[in-house]
């Protein structure tokens, strides 16, 4: 007998390979999964179920980490379900991801070989939360080590000629980029945003403060970009996508010391009309998705005079928006002027956590900080945005380095005293979303609230639906949403919970 049961536990062991949690907590009402050189928790490949089933992943402030449940769907009638409505289709899905910054390559480049590979894997492999989206700074950030651009040249370089990548791409970003790229089999796609042009092609000289574009610099400029993109894809890396630049807006904060170009819109788009437009549709990466803006959602009414000029909008694909003044204006903002401008899309290019000065950068295990990205994904998702990239992948205890010392928190966290890595709640937060909702999934009808739990629907291309359901109240409730196609879902939704239902 004894045998026969050792042999069934043997079984049982090694279908259900997904490794566990080791959760830390770290007194921030939350927990992280510990991950180190021996350990990392891992999920199971997800494989279809028969189609009279549905799959439910949780995450929640009592511990669970994407717990797998197989339910049934019922034939009864509900009368509180909400229905699905196919007929109803909107955003048609890019991705999710992060950026792959100075800061996350220097934090990667700490750890041993074992523990980097269980970072890069919780990122991109199909037993982490498989990134689709990344975002590459076209030089330096704020989360580098010191200011730098391409050509620092003390004198105006008006061939370019002393163009150069720098270590940090070589070091930091290329080799990543390209692990990451091997783990997607190739489907990881990129954009690039540029923080600042070298500072003789500034007003102000200086690659920070209060400066623009030098109107002779213009071309120049756009040229500059085409080098870049040259100089990636020797490395073997192509971009999907380039936004105008990081937050035009920073100019006008000089005292964040950020590097920036000051934009306004009404002199960009003549930029994009004359320069930025016709130069990428005329070279060989004319495919490339033009984004404007890459700054807040609160500036978003600066943008009506952009896209009213018809010669700068015709070049533009789409409108990115960071997340760090939200609170402040609803996402039906969004709606408000998809409506108007139904041609271009949403997409979120920046979001993290402990950027304001009264609040710690890092806050280890904060359910909270998992609730803020959670809620913050559904509504955009809900309001026509086509993709949410985060900032940072990894930094360290202290949220850096920066040199500029704007420390921050990020999903994961390195400590390099210790050669260990923490997944925060901001980590399964993005992943009830970018595991699951697949490139090219679209938006289907679903009213977006039922007893106080936030949902959002979507068809993916292999045919799977899928719904991420998120609760932030402090008390266990039930959802029911009805699939004309399938049946009724009567799912318990656990007190502060993410969750993610998938059938097909
Ligand atoms: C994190 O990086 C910053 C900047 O490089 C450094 O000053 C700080 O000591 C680092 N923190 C830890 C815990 O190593």
Redesign the pocket.
């Known amino acids: 007998m004894l045998p026969k049961v050792l042999l069934l536990l043997f079984f049982v062991a090694s279908v259900r390979s997904a490794t566990e949690c080791l959760h830390r907590d770290f007194g921030y009402t939350g927990t992280v999964c510990v991950c180190n050189a021996e350990h990392c928790d891992t999920i199971d490949p997800i494989t279809e179920v028969p189609s009279n089933q549905y799959i439910s992943y949780t995450s929640n402030l009592e511990g669970l980490r994407f717990q797998r449940e197989v339910g049934e769907f019922s034939s009864t009638e509900n009368s509180k379900a909400d229905v699905i409505d196919r007929s109803k289709r909107y955003q048609e899905i890019v991705g999710f991801g992060g950026a792959f910054t100075d800061a996350t390559g ?1 934090n990667l480049d700490i750890l041993d070989e074992q523990t980097r590979e269980h970072l890069i894997r919780s990122y991109f492999s199909d037993e982490g939360i498989e990134y689709s989206l990344c975002r590459v700074p076209i030089g330096g950030t704020d989360f580098s ?1 010191r200011s730098y651009s391409y050509l620092d040249t003390r004198n105006p370089d008006l061939e370019l000629a002393n163009f150069a990548l720098q270590d940090e791409d070589y070091n930091y970003k290329i080799p990543y980029i390209l692990q990451a790229l091997e783990l997607t089999e190739n489907k990881l796609q990129f954009f690039a945003s540029a923080w600042t042009a070298p500072a003789w092609m500034k007003t102000n000289e200086a690659p920070d403060g209060d400066g623009e574009l030098k109107r002779e610099y213009w071309q120049l400029w756009v040229d500059y970009f085409i080098k870049f993109f040259d100089s990636y894809k020797a490395e073997g890396i192509e971009f999907w996508g380039l936004t105008t630049g990081n937050e035009p807006s920073l100019a006008f904060f000089t005292w964040t010391g950020i590097n920036s170009i000051g934009w306004l819109p009404w002199t960009q788009n003549k930029w994009i009309a004359r320069n930025l437009g016709p130069t990428i549709r005329n070279s060989e990466y004319s495919d490339l998705k033009l984004m404007t803006h890459d700054d807040q959602r609160i500036l978003l009414p600066l943008m009506f005079s952009l896209l009213a000029d018809e010669a700068a909008a015709s070049y533009l694909d789409g409108i990115a928006v960071h997340w760090y003044w939200n609170d402040f204006v609803p996402a039906s903002w969004q709606t408000n002027i998809h409506e108007l401008y139904p041609e271009k899309f949403f997409i979120n290019t920046e979001a993290c956590k402990g950027d304001r000065p009264w609040d710690s950068a890092v806050r280890l295990g904060s359910w909270d900080r998992g609730e803020q990205y959670a809620r913050d994904i559904i509504e955009n998702l809900q309001h026509w945005s086509v993709g949410w990239v985060d900032w940072n992948m990894a ?9 500029i010392s704007n ?1 921050v928190d990020a999903p994961i966290i390195v ?3 210790t050669y260990e890595f923490y997944k925060q709640p901001m980590f399964y937060a993005i992943g009830h979303y970018s595991k699951f909702i697949t490139k090219g999934s679209v938006r289907i009808g679903l009213p977006f609230k039922q007893n106080g739990v936030s949902i959002v629907a979507f068809d993916r291309p292999d045919e799977a639906t899928v719904i991420v359901a998120i609760n932030t109240g402090e008390s266990e409730t039930e959802i029911h949403i009805q699939d004309p196609d399938k049946g009724l879902i009567s799912k318990v939704i656990t007190a502060k919970s993410f969750n993610t239902i998938i059938y097909w």
């Open positions: 220097i080590t930094l360290n205890t202290t949220g850096g380095p920066s040199y420390e400590n390099p005293d």
